[in-house]
């Protein structure tokens, strides 16, 4: 039994003493209209680092079917094994994850530094990971777990300062008969109304999510494949209904908010709109057991550094086990990148894009690809980032002794170390600044240098 303030007021005492502790939560109001898109993109624009998580019942299997090895990113096992419907709903049964702790999880994206959560609220399996009464194919009815995670993490993200989001595959749904996607259980795709699909499930569980849950800062739709724009139209027509200040991201197949780039495609040069790219940590979404490949903090690191300097934020994955744990490597080399982010966060939150652009590579005119383009090589010496009459220079090859930079507009005043804003000398000459550089890297990440203009 959960606690409702704007839905409902009429909650009994004993169902107040019944509910679990974790159960009982509070949510603020959603917030009020934007006055414009600037005010309504502003968080996003802050935020720039985001944890994404992806779970469901795909992380009971992780990546094995009938004791073989199911290849390929593991919340597709359900298609990749062309599993029954009938076979796979009967993982709902052994769903109990009860070492899930909403609190530590929100805790983590915070030591992280991340400044929004965004998870599956149901994913192409059709499974809701939330108390849906659009369908009983959800946590809270089908699991003996019976509570409702989305809720908790809701509220703890509320009181962490953290913005909360949901994924939703609009239209994939491999549980449903009308959904897109199973051809396995029900037959060739033009058979299926994915119209009636829309309506009597996808349209009905938006509206719940955008009313149970909290202020939503934003709804990650999916994989649209063939769905028209007056399809997409009608989803946006009830976020904006029910919460003008939720952002869509760019898989609606009508346009969004912002751009979202392929997974784990960072572009090569700054791109002068709202994005974001979505990533794994390893090499899937859900948990797979056997995908222990961890993104270093320093590699996190240079992608964060690099997104924000090419004007984009980084949406980055983890994918939690059925016992409800976020893999320890995961989170070590996250709150690895939080504690970097504690010092050098100036140079990411709220950054605008590199004033340069030649540091980020070029293309090699001797390499060309199958399209007859040349093969773009990336270079990942230092990226900047700016803020108004700030330059952050963050450093991943430490030059030691000394660095040009070149192309610089306007003259710099003064230069210092961001970790303990020790003084760096400077001698600018036209628009060529030299910097003399402590002979070490003062960090074995990354050092930022503020040039002030
Ligand atoms: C989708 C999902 O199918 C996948 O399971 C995961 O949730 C991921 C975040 O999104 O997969 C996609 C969708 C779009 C692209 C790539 C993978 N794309 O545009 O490159």
Known sequence: MQIRPFLSLNISLAACLLAPVAGAQTLPKPLPPPKSQDEKMQWFRQAKFGLFIHWGLYCIPAGEWKGKAIPGIGEWIMNRAQIPVGEYEQLAKQFNPVKFNAEAWVQMAQ???MKYLVITSKHHDGFAMYHSQVSPYNVYDATPFHRDPLKELAAACARHNIRFGVYYSQWQDWHEKNGAGNT?????????????YLRAKAEPQIKELLTGYGPMCLIWFDT??????????????????LQPATLIDGRLGTKGDYRSMGDNRIPDSVVNEDWEVPATINHTWGFKKDDTDWKSPADITFKLVDIVSKGGNYLLNVGPTSEGIIPQASQDNLRAVGRWLKVNGEAVYGAGPTQFGDELGAPDPRNIDKSGKPVFVQATNWRCTTKPGKLYLTIFKWPGGSMEISKVKGHVKKAYILAGKKSVKIAQTGDTVKLTLPAAAPDPIASVVVLEQ
């Open 224 to 241: 649209p494949r063939t769905m028209t724009n007056e399809e997409g139209l009608r989803f946006i027509d009830i976020v904006h209904t």
């Open 111 to 113: 030591d992280a530094g």
């Open 184 to 196: 396995w259980d029900f037959g060739p795709e033009d058979t299926h109304d994915h119209d009636q």
